[in-house]
């Protein structure tokens, strides 16, 4: 318990230190905080006394779950953390707005979710989807892109339809083997509880009791985007992801996602949620290679 609430090399330790501003110290079994300031001690025991809440309720990863505690506040940590009936983790909201989006996918029958890459955005869609399919709220997951890429067209790579979409969709499957194990997310590719497929054959198809992700709708056209969200059955939630700051269309075409965001904001069954640089949890320095970016705007 003390290995996982310090995390490796004190890690853990390091990240109170710094949301606290003051020194936490070990000895022994005991955690402290130098600090004479009761707001400061009071915060510190609520850390303490969630994490390890957290560890006795099932959490493995101890850095998770103190990101987790230390930016999603008193409400988010447990209510909002997403379990998938033999997952191999549980995943935490690492910000207020990822338990927001996480809240919305709950609550919402559509749910349209714009950031930078590395915010969380298609990861939660997936982990949430899964979570639904493995509690049977639903019977199937439909995983889905638009075939456009920057400068690259599936008619130019080898294989069958199969061979040529498989890398393509490959960071859908990727985020489903950080929840489950390879070995049962291939079983539930061969059972067809969960497909994936380019957004054109999509086209005259009705998904009841199924959960819907739209990756990547920054390259979908305002005709597509319409013919996607009116696939949606009886039964069904749709997660729609993108990053509008990264259309790959043609100079000129409209981009569905934020056509669609404009057209639908009034519409109370559905949920909208922005991730920005702050909710990038990748890696430390693709938040900062996003915001140098964003400061050049």
Do not use: W
């Not at 020194?23 to 390890?52: C, H, L, M, Q």
């Not at 989006?101 to 349209?112: N, S, W």
């Not at 989807?129 to 075939?147: E, N, Q, S, Y």
């Not at 499957?173 to 950080?178: I, N, P, S, T, V």
């Amino acid at each position: 318990m003390m290995a996982a609430v310090c995390g490796t090399n004190d890690g853990n330790l390091r990240l109170m230190e710094d949301y606290l501003g003051v020194p936490v110290f070990t000895r022994g079994n005991e955690i402290s905080v130098s600090s004479a300031d009761s707001e400061i001690r009071r915060k510190f025991r609520f850390i303490i006394d969630r994490t390890i809440d957290e560890i006795r309720d099932g959490g493995e990863n101890g850095e998770d779950i103190v990101l987790s505690v230390l930016n999603t506040g008193r409400r988010a940590a447990a209510d909002m953390s997403v379990v998938v009936p033999g997952g191999l983790r549980r995943i935490y909201p690492r910000s207020d707005r990822q338990a927001e989006y996480i809240y919305l996918m709950r609550t919402k029958d559509v749910v349209f979710c714009t950031g930078s890459a590395g915010s969380g955005k298609t990861f939660l869609a997936v982990a949430e989807a899964l979570r639904l399919l493995l509690t049977r709220a639903v019977g199937k997951i439909v995983m889905t892109r638009p075939a456009v890429e920057a400068g690259e067209n599936l008619g130019f790579l080898p294989g069958d339809l199969e061979q040529k979409t498989d890398p393509y969709l490959r960071p859908l499957r990727d985020a489903m083997e950080f929840v489950l194990s390879p070995e049962t997310v291939r079983r539930l590719f061969e059972s067809g509880a969960v497909e994936t497929a380019p957004l054109a054959y999509m086209r005259g198809r009705t998904l009841d009791n199924s959960v819907i992700i739209l990756d990547e709708a920054q390259n979908t056209t305002r005709g597509q985007m319409k013919m996607f969200l009116t696939r949606m059955g009886g039964n069904s939630k749709v997660f729609i992801t993108g990053d509008t700051t990264q259309t790959d269309l043609p100079r000129g075409t409209v981009s569905g996602l934020r056509d669609s965001i404009e057209i639908l904001h009034n519409i109370g069954e559905i949920g909208f949620m922005e991730l920005t640089a702050e909710d990038v949890v990748r890696s430390r320095i693709v938040r900062k290679i996003i915001r140098a970016y964003e400061n050049e705007e």
